[in-house]
């Protein structure tokens, strides 16, 4: 199914899974890769605390600051004339009282320029979501593996995975949509635990690692492009291995470079004898210079 054409609204998530049409979400975390993303069709970009592992070199999300997400977003948000730009509230902006969540949001709304902002966790961040919702700030959630929390979940493991925890994971998801918010993303989830969490919300589900039976998917980009090659996660489709590309092409620059063969005479100068003729006169200046 074609993408709509026209600006992406939180409203039009809600229609989208009405008709039963799938949304379509990725990371973004610059201008050029969010202007080739909006090109594409995407409907949403997430300026994620990913952007830790992906762009910064680390090996959890946790140090990934506001002002961190703040630039990003800025960036992406300049970029993207269709796609709704959705930014992540890093750890510990959001949980130490509401007072400080509304600050940090509107930091990235006004800041950042997003259209809206992701939380991570369950029914503790309910009444955040219903404060920042009630002032008319869209929120996006985010429960099952939940990145920020991974040293509490022993690390990126698969969650609800017995009857207990995912009917722990239900209650979550409805206390989320009953304080606001405007879609769920489920991480690393058994699939029937997502089909039924998306069945009973009438708010978007958007799924990763959690099956095909959510309202939406979304990848983080390097993933799906194969940018990101210090680890895989099992449920990503790579759809290119732009890295490797990159990789070719550097290496083959820079054996133009040592070979002599690059740059060409034709890319370097207009013509011959007016590159000669300012080649004289500079030689002839430099030679005036010195004997002044």
Same mark, same amino acid.
């Given at each position: 199914m074609a993408a709509i054409s026209k600006k992406v609204r939180v409203p039009d998530l809600a229609l989208m899974k009405e008709r039963g049409e799938r949304i379509v979400m990725l990371t973004a975390y610059d201008a050029t890769m969010a202007r080739l993303f909006d090109r594409?069709?995407?409907?949403?970009?997430?300026?994620?605390?990913?952007?830790?592992? &992906?762009?910064? !070199? =680390?090996?959890?999300?946790?140090?990934?600051? %506001?002002?961190?997400?703040?630039?990003? *977003? $800025?960036?992406?948000?300049?970029?993207?004339?269709?796609?709704?730009?959705v930014a992540d509230m890093p750890f510990l902006t959001y949980q130490i009282s509401t007072e400080q969540a509304m600050c940090n949001a509107a930091r990235l709304f006004q800041e950042g320029g997003a259209a809206a902002v992701k939380?991570?966790?369950?029914?503790?961040?309910?009444?955040?979501?219903?404060?920042?919702?009630?002032?008319?700030?869209?929120?996006? &959630?985010?429960? !099952? =593996?939940?990145?920020?929390?991974?040293?509490? %979940?022993?690390?990126?493991?698969?969650? *609800? $995975?017995d009857d207990e925890a995912a009917a722990e994971l239900m209650c979550d998801a409805l206390a989320l949509e009953e304080a606001g918010a405007f879609a769920i993303v489920l991480e690393a989830i058994p699939d029937s635990v997502a089909s039924a969490v998306t069945s009973r919300l009438k708010i978007p589900t958007i799924g990763i690692g959690a099956g095909p039976h959510c309202d939406g998917q979304v990848l983080v980009s390097y993933d799906?492009?194969?940018?990101?090659?210090?680890?895989?996660?099992k449920?990503?489709?790579?759809?290119?291995?732009?890295?490797?590309?990159? *990789?070719?092409?550097?290496?083959?620059?820079?054996?133009?470079?040592?070979?002599?063969?690059?740059?060409?005479?034709?890319?370097?100068?207009?013509?011959?004898?007016?590159?000669?003729?300012?080649?004289?006169?500079?030689?002839?200046?430099?030679?005036?210079?010195?004997?002044?």
């Open positions: 594409a069709g995407i409907d949403l970009l997430l300026v994620g605390d990913s952007l830790g592992h &992906v762009i910064l !070199g =680390l090996d959890t999300t946790i140090p990934v600051t %506001l002002d961190a997400i703040v630039h990003h *977003a $800025r960036a992406v948000s300049r970029a993207a004339s269709r796609a709704l730009v939380i991570e966790g369950g029914r503790p961040v309910a009444e955040t979501v219903r404060r920042l919702t009630a002032a008319g700030l869209p929120v996006m &959630v985010h429960v !099952g =593996l939940t990145p920020q929390h991974v040293h509490r %979940l022993g690390g990126m493991r698969r969650q *609800a $995975r799906m492009l194969g940018l990101f090659d210090r680890f895989v996660p449920f990503v489709k790579q759809y290119a291995q732009v890295g490797e590309s990159i *990789a070719s092409a550097t290496r083959s620059f820079a054996d133009d470079v040592r070979g002599g063969i690059y740059p060409e005479a034709a890319l370097s100068q207009p013509d011959g004898a007016s590159a000669h003729g300012l080649a004289e006169r500079l030689v002839a200046s430099s030679a005036l210079s010195l004997t002044k």
